[in-house]
């Protein structure tokens, strides 16, 4: 499934309410609630070398192409069946 404006909308709002110090365990589980129907991969966010679609608490977010053999970032929506979950290395 990917993703529709409703759920950009719901990670927008997610990005707003929670702090920078909000641990990715927290950010993982909320997208999870929020957008359960894509799929969530963790990853530290040294590991990206793409532009994070969103940034949550201490997570970057990436948007993935689940579809094909292969997992690839993309930065279209209408293509992302999952989000990457970077998680930023505290300072």
Do not use: N
């Not at 292969?70 to 930023?88: F, H, N, S």
């Amino acid at each position: 499934m990917a993703l529709e404006a409703e759920d950009i909308a719901r990670i927008d709002a997610l990005s707003r309410a929670l702090k920078d110090s909000v641990e990715p365990a927290s950010v993982a589980y909320a997208l999870q609630r929020l957008v359960p129907d894509l799929t969530l991969r963790h990853c530290d966010a040294s590991d990206v070398l793409e532009e994070p679609f969103r940034a949550v608490g201490g997570c970057d977010l990436h948007l993935l192409d689940t579809s094909g053999h292969c997992i690839r970032v993309t930065e279209d929506p209408a293509e992302a069946t999952g989000i990457l979950l970077a998680a930023k290395v505290p300072a």
